[in-house]
């Protein structure tokens, strides 16, 4: 027989630490070899190597302990970051909305989980949202927990609706693209790191270059011609995880058109770019086009609970009306992410943080293009539409540089050292004035440095 005291105790302490809303010095050195070391020892000690190399000098151990604010991180030993990471875009209501907090803490009261057999309100009180809320006939919801799952249900939406009809399966998504990274929606992403140990994939993926529609339609010509016709075209409306990369305005439209007339489903996948985050509600609006399919996450649950949407019109969705159990997922939809999802659009729409983010997104642009001027041999562009915002820089070693740069000064940006290229401010749709300020202050003050140490 194990004996449990030990795992007894140790987890009592931890649930006493969290409890309190001060936490000593010594209880903040705790917590810190605690995480450093359960890391290098249970988790994975490729996450340490990662951190101390984006990080200066000896502070690598940055431990996260809690919510500055609605738009500020601290870390264990109360260090405090402007959060410009946004979580890759989860954080769009700001961190811990008191809306959202109330409406998860309101339903944790009455009911955490649902039973899984009777009908759970929430559910069909968010589907009915989501189809006022998004774009064109796009009506029935599929609830899952994170954007990969969303992606899945997109793809085997696409894969029933032909299998019904005339059995297509081949799949077109773009270079650069991310949509996740289980098996299914591995197979769209485009990067070839994260695919190659893992392929073969979900058999019939191609990817074509992407705002590139010749390149799109000749892919979709010889699909047809060679009888694999294109079942589904997956697409992000802007990339995001790609480096914020913006199609050509006509783009969008004529892929629409292009997919009718070949008789393939559009899916754009705007769990980076949705919930108002490129500065409409949803990033289609802005190319007035209807994708056939619509995948929500990351801001989805409103920053608090993870929580995801597949939403399809119902000609696409109906081949689940025979059998509703042909994909399901346990926790999907449940009434705590439902009451967070429901709360952060309440958010969304009284706040007016889609217009918002339109408004502060071009003053940002504005401050950081400002504090890049003179910087020319370092930053190449700095684009974004709403707060999905990219800084490209010369090289990776630059960006890394930069974002390791303006870590130290407390601005949280994503960048690696894989993938500096291009570093995303993305952060949540609330951030004020003065922190942008104080962001592109940052920016120039670690582009002046960044010249004598890298460059020299
Ligand atoms: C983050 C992301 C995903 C994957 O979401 P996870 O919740 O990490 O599985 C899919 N698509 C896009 C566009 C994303 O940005």
């Known amino acids: 027989m194990k004996e449990y005291n030990e795992i007894y105790d140790y987890t009592s302490k931890v649930l006493e630490l969290i409890s309190k809303s001060e936490i000593t010095k010594e209880e903040s050195q705790w917590v810190t070899s605690e995480t450093v070391n359960g890391f290098r020892d249970y988790v994975n000690s490729g996450f340490l190597e990662y951190r101390k190399s984006v990080t200066k000098g000896g502070q690598f151990a940055a431990v996260e302990w809690k919510d500055s604010g609605a738009n500020c991180f601290m870390d264990v030993n109360g260090k405090e970051y402007i959060d410009c990471l946004g979580g890759f875009g989860i954080y769009n209501v700001g961190h811990r909305h008191p809306k959202v907090v109330k409406a998860v803490k309101d339903q944790l009261d009455r009911q955490a989980l649902h039973s899984q057999d009777l009908l759970d309100p929430l559910r069909a009180i968010l589907a009915k949202t989501l189809a006022a809320l998004t774009p064109g006939d796009l009506k029935y919801s599929f609830f899952g927990n994170s954007g990969t799952e969303s992606i899945e249900a997109a793809i085997k939406l696409a894969k029933i609706y032909h299998n019904n009809r005339d059995k297509r399966n081949t799949f077109i998504a773009t270079t650069r693209a991310f949509h996740g990274k289980s098996?299914?929606?591995?197979?769209?992403?485009a990067k070839g790191v994260f695919r190659k140990p893992f392929l073969p994939l979900v058999h019939g993926f191609r990817h074509v270059a992407f705002g590139d529609i010749d390149m799109m339609h000749k892919t979709m010509h010889a699909c047809q011609m060679v009888g694999e016709d294109v079942a589904a075209v997956i697409i992000e409306p802007i990339q995001g995880e790609g480096g914020v990369i913006i199609p050509p305005d006509d783009y969008l439209p004529k892929l629409r058109q292009l997919c009718d007339d070949y008789g393939a489903l559009l899916i754009f996948d705007e769990v980076q770019t949705g919930m108002g985050r490129t500065g409409t509600m949803f990033c289609a609006e802005q190319y007035d086009v209807v994708p056939d399919i619509m995948c929500l996450a990351k801001a989805f649950g409103g920053g608090v609970m993870p929580a995801s949407a597949t939403i399809a019109t119902e000609e696409v969705?109906?081949?689940?009306?025979?059998?509703?159990?042909?994909?399901?997922?346990?926790?999907?939809?449940?009434?705590?992410a439902c009451a967070a999802a429901l709360a952060s659009i309440n958010v969304l729409i009284e706040e007016k943080l889609p217009e918002r983010a339109a408004v502060m997104g071009e003053y940002l642009i504005a401050g950081l293009r400002e504090a890049a001027k003179g910087h020319e041999d370092k930053v190449v562009e700095i684009r974004g539409r709403g707060l999905l915002i990219g800084i490209e820089f010369v090289n990776d070693e630059i960006g890394y540089e930069v974002s390791k740069g303006l870590f130290d000064n407390g601005v949280l940006v994503a960048g690696t050292l894989i993938n500096a290229k291009t570093i995303r401010v993305e952060p949540p749709l609330t951030i004020e004035k003065h922190q942008c300020d104080r962001v592109c202050e940052m920016l120039a003050k670690v582009l002046n440095e960044v010249s004598r140490e890298v460059l020299v």
């Open 317 to 336: 969705f109906s081949n689940w009306f025979d059998n509703p159990f042909l994909h399901t997922t346990t926790f999907g939809g449940n009434p705590l």
């Open 183 to 189: 098996l299914g929606s591995l197979s769209g992403t």
